[in-house]
């Protein structure tokens, strides 16, 4: 990323220690400002600073039970700008839950695993390469 301004990631996972985790593994390179946020709530409230990227799970309610989940803040999202790539990450594994989000114009859908943060980073260089941010 030489001379090339940072990424704005925002992370959105309602555990908290995964949360930290997840942004600690995906930036460890320093390449990108990530936000987080422990809802969709707080993301929603912050998306005016038009993040590059999002990148949110899909089940949100495990601390807060009245939360939106991931497909209902996505909706939100594709309201307020359309052009924000939104990624669903999630231990979801049902494909019909995935091909659901992607139907709500989810950019991709990734399955929390071990290899996710690498297929995490290789979408993020896809949207970059695509000239979508």
Known sequence: MNNEAKLKIFLVDDDALFLKNEA????SNNEFTIETFANAEL???NVYKNPDVIIIDYWLNGVETSSMNG???LDKIKRY??????????AQEKID????CMHH?????VVKSRS??????QIITTIKQMNIV
């Open 24 to 27: 600690l593994e995906l930036n």
């Open 71 to 73: 497909e209902q803040a």
């Open 43 to 45: 993301c929603l409230e």
């Open 105 to 109: 114009r989810a950019f991709d859908y």
């Open 97 to 100: 839950v995935a091909v659901n």
């Open 116 to 121: 996710a943060i690498e297929q995490l980073r």
């Open 81 to 90: 700008n359309s052009d924000i790539p939104v990624v669903i990450h999630s």
